[in-house]
């Protein structure tokens, strides 16, 4: 299995550009999210899918959009780049919602740059 | 509403020593899930360690333990003998009951540990 795979690994975009960051998981995991990951502000969570057709909103939804077609994909959309995207950005998924112990499984990441 | 707090922001331990990395968090739920993840300087997370809070007894898994007090809401993790490679950053996290079916993560904003030889 090759898990949580992410592309691409690093981007650089200019202010106003959009662009999709490509999330898939091989694990027939039912749970899929994004989170950015700041500088001393830890992880916080952009959109989140609990199953193919379904999608909702995190903490910082805003300047993103996502869908949910399959269950391996979820990319994560940016609309029109801002300099406050600038972030490292993580995909994750999980199975057996609803069961206690189950842990997130993240990908490598995209450190993205907007200037 | 849910919250981490991590209060260290960066930590010194000696090689083969043990070490403690302080996480509290607050939640009303009576049924929710703790997490504890390494981050490297090569960027990737990694999961460590897991405790509901009906277990009864404190998570192990290897050389880590969390030191679970659910009265205090304090979720700990300690390391034993430290090596040059658990130099990173550590997050602790809590599932959100409300978020996503509960896979939604609620993270701290970690603590960076350094081992020195």
């Known amino acids: 299995n090759a898990g949580v795979t992410q592309t691409p690994k690093f981007q650089v975009l200019k202010t106003g550009q959009s662009m999709t960051l490509q999330c898939a998981q091989d694990m027939n995991h039912e749970y899929m999210s994004w989170y950015r990951q700041d500088p001393g502000m830890g992880l916080r969570l952009i959109h989140y899918s609990v199953g193919a057709g379904i999608t909702d909103q995190g903490e910082v939804p805003n300047g993103y959009n996502v869908s949910r077609s399959t269950t391996e994909d979820f990319p994560l959309r940016l609309l029109s780049a801002a300099p406050s995207q600038t972030s490292v950005y993580f995909c994750a998924s999980s199975y057996g919602l609803g069961t206690p112990s189950y842990e997130q499984y993240f990908g490598p990441g995209t450190r993205l740059t907007v200037t | 509403a849910q919250k981490i707090t991590q209060t260290q922001p960066g930590m010194f331990v000696q090689e083969k020593e043990a070490v403690t990395l302080d996480c509290t968090y607050d939640t009303s739920d009576q049924s929710y899930g703790l997490f504890w993840y390494k981050q490297p300087s090569s960027g990737e997370m990694i999961f460590l360690i897991y405790q509901g809070s009906y277990d009864e007894q404190n998570a192990t898994e290897g050389r880590y333990s969390l030191n679970f007090q659910k009265a205090r809401k304090s979720a700990n993790l300690v390391i034993s003998a430290s090596q040059l490679g658990d130099s990173a950053m550590y997050f602790c996290?809590?599932?959100?009951?409300?978020?996503?079916?509960?896979?939604?993560?609620?993270f701290g904003k970690g603590t960076k540990l350094s081992v020195k030889p």
């Open positions: 996290a809590m599932r959100d009951p409300y978020g996503g079916s509960q896979g939604n993560l609620i």
